[in-house]
């Protein structure tokens, strides 16, 4: 039986590092970090995940803020509010809860942000520079992967690594970061042959969104398997993208769902802005 | 016996193309694209790279211009030369050969060319675009290669795309450019078990540096084989970074090394600066 990869735990790790690096900010410069997190109408989803951003946030002492402009701001507006934040100070990470209304173009918004103000790590000059290996603010759900990884001890190098998905903010970033720590990495979407691919895996990133789309029998004994996925079946059960019970029989650690990847990506955030105040200070 | 992907005449058609529609932006707007190549001290081989670039430039109606600044130039004085073409709106690309002498950073060189004149596509914008699957300017051999596949027919979704080797200028943009186009896409290097991964590629490219690396007898049969490769031997042969013979006996299509990926790089660049000329009458 696989071990499971506790996400909550190892996430409330990370605050708890992230907290003792804000009273050190505090204490030796007089600085605090602040995230401001901009939320756009009532989509009910993003209000769960910015109350959880902004509890996280009070958590490790940050300041915080959320700016809640109607559903039915024009873009010209919005961004009139990142630029705002952009020039202020006091804040030192942003955050545009996606998704946004229709009649806004995210790329226009995210390409606001300033790149060092850019907490979620999406703006293409934090890709560019991800892609380039030079330093760069990460995107939070791989980079939480990264952190998930190194707490069991797998070390990439060397062993292959397969990305299930190919999204901007984690597929494609994800592949990034394990092809920096020298995996061989294999990126698969829709047109793969996933069966084929997941078999040869030893280290298994699956974000597409699929409910149990990657099945237990695929996954090569002894492999690690973070499941990015989070989908509500029928009976309103919240299951990954992996069948979690059979592939727990074969991998030899795996992460949960709720409680694996999921705590990871906000605490990367924290750790994103406390990184953003304390480049202000070089 | 594998067919031979003739970069020199495919390249040659991108160059017509390129002078067409350099004409019609004369005849239509008065608009002539500009480049300006900007060679530091006397690297022997940058002079021959340039040269090269230039000819191609004059030969598809191009203003070029070639900046030569002395081996002691200083960072800052290189910069300001930078910012001078930046500027200059007779210039649409720019294009900085390298390698730069030792005390200059070519990070800070490259991201300080404006990314719309950033004819390599070198720019972390532009790399940052091109991973995001925006608008971006392409790295010139990886975009080469792209146009190499398209001229004979080879479509890469659904394909298992291998890439030997995971440099900034060609390797891990071509994994992206392949992966836009629904491959399955495998990076390897020399931390990967590249027998076995090569021998699973339906397309391969390799691009190492290391003369004859990839043996013919790892082809799959039928495989499409992109060598990036250009090594001397000590005999004085040129050869790539695969195994010719041996590989031309198993693969479908295979590049010649010298004739395969050469020419298309500096095609690429051509089109690169046309379209830089072009976006700036919209």
């Keep these: 039986m696989a071990q499971l990869m506790d996400g909550k735990a190892v996430a409330a790790r990370v605050r708890a590092e992230v907290k003792a690096a804000v009273d050190r900010l505090q204490r030796e410069h007089g600085l605090t970090p602040g995230l ?23 958590e490790v002492g940050f300041n915080s ?22 020039e202020d100070p006091a804040v030192h990470g942003i955050l545009v809860q996606l998704p946004l209304p229709r009649h ?10 300033k790149p060092e103000k850019d907490a979620d790590g999406f703006h293409p000059l934090n890709a560019g520079n991800l892609l380039l290996g030079r330093p760069a603010t990460r995107a939070c759900t791989p980079f939480g992967v990264m952190r998930l990884l190194e707490e069991i001890g797998c070390e990439p190098a060397g062993k292959r690594a397969v990305v299930v998905g190919r999204s901007n903010i984690v597929g494609k970033p994800m592949a990034l970061m394990l092809l920096q720590k020298n995996a061989t990495v294999t990126i698969c979407h829709s047109k793969s042959d996933l069966r084929r691919e997941v078999e040869g895996a030893d280290i298994l990133v699956v974000a597409v969104g699929v409910a149990e789309l990657v099945k237990g029998a695929w996954i090569k004994p002894g492999a690690v398997v973070i499941d990015v996925g989070m989908n ?23 992460t949960p769902v709720p409680g694996g990847v999921g705590p990871m990506t906000i605490a990367m955030l924290m750790r994103n802005t406390l990184e953003a105040a304390e480049r202000t200070l070089r």
Tied chains: 1, 2.
């Design 232 to 254: 509500r079946k029928p009976d309103g059960k919240l299951v990954g993208d992996v069948e979690f019970a059979p592939a727990a029989e074969r991998a030899a650690y795996i």
């Design 36 to 58: 401001a997190v901009v939320r756009v109408g009532e989509d009910p989803a993003s209000k769960v995940y910015v109350n959880g951003k902004k509890k996280a946030a009070e």
């Design 65 to 86: 803020w959320e700016l809640h402009p109607a559903e039915d701001i024009t873009q010209d507006a919005l961004l009139k509010l990142i630029h705002q934040l952009n």
């Design 104 to 113: 806004i173009d995210p790329d226009v918004i995210i390409s606001a942000v």
